[in-house]
């Protein structure tokens, strides 16, 4: 079963837009983690956000959490084609959970 | 330093046949899953390893799903006989101990069950 719900489940955006993707969950967590996998390909792990963390900030991204709605937030600054990919939130504790994703779009 | 690595990449099989798809972990990585990815849907967790020990297999359909994780290391996940809403990417990842659930993934083993 899977633990996290994304919105949009679709996202198209021209380069230089900055995308948003929400993500919400059930239970109590240790940590959330944002993955992206690009088509045909593994996941690959892009930023890590501690429950008693509220912002984190790597790069051009930047994620939210709020853990008293069960929520958290991706933003991609100054998207680029290259950023075209799937994007999963995932929640830790003991094991991992993921959401269904947002396949994300970014057009040159 | 080599990553997650599995196989077949790729397999195409009858139903009812059996097929088995084998994962080559992250050197040290004591922590080890499977998860299954359907066509546009998030992974779902099948089965987490801690060593040898599959501490979580709850998710595991055992009536035709098995797996195994030998001397800690490697691991092998079988299905017997496949049916056709087996199709999917059978993804494998891993761990460090005492982490913080980063998972690093493989390039996943996609089914075809015709």
């Known amino acids: 079963s899977q633990q996290g719900e994304e919105d949009p489940q679709a996202l198209s955006i021209q380069e230089g837009e900055n995308a948003t993707m929400n993500c919400s969950y059930k239970?109590?967590?240790?940590?959330l983690q944002w993955y992206r996998q690009n088509s045909g390909r593994g996941l690959v792990h892009l930023i890590l956000i501690r429950s008693n963390e509220r912002e984190k900030h790597s790069g051009r991204l930047r994620v939210t959490l709020d853990t008293s709605k069960k929520s958290s937030s991706l933003l991609i600054t100054a998207s680029r084609a290259a950023d075209t990919a799937s994007y999963f939130c995932?929640?830790?504790?003991?094991?991992?959970?993921f959401g269904a994703g947002t396949r994300l779009t970014v057009k040159p | 330093e080599a990553g997650v690595v599995q196989s077949p990449r790729y397999k195409i099989i009858e139903k009812k046949q059996p097929v088995a798809f084998w994962c080559n972990p992250i050197?040290?990585?004591?922590?080890l899953y499977w998860y299954l990815q359907n066509l546009g849907q998030g992974p779902e967790l099948l089965i987490r390893y801690e060593n040898e020990e599959a501490v979580d297999d709850s998710q595991l359909p055992k009536d035709r799903f098995s797996a195994e994780r030998l001397k800690g290391v490697d691991s092998t996940l079988k299905i017997q006989p496949a049916e056709l809403g087996d199709s999917a990417v059978y993804l494998c990842a891993s761990s460090p101990v005492r982490g913080t659930g980063e998972l690093f993934f493989g390039e996943g083993s996609r089914l075809t069950v015709l």
């Open positions: 050197s040290g990585h004591n922590t």
């Open positions: 239970t109590s967590i240790n940590n």
């Open positions: 995932a929640t830790y504790n003991n094991d991992m959970r």
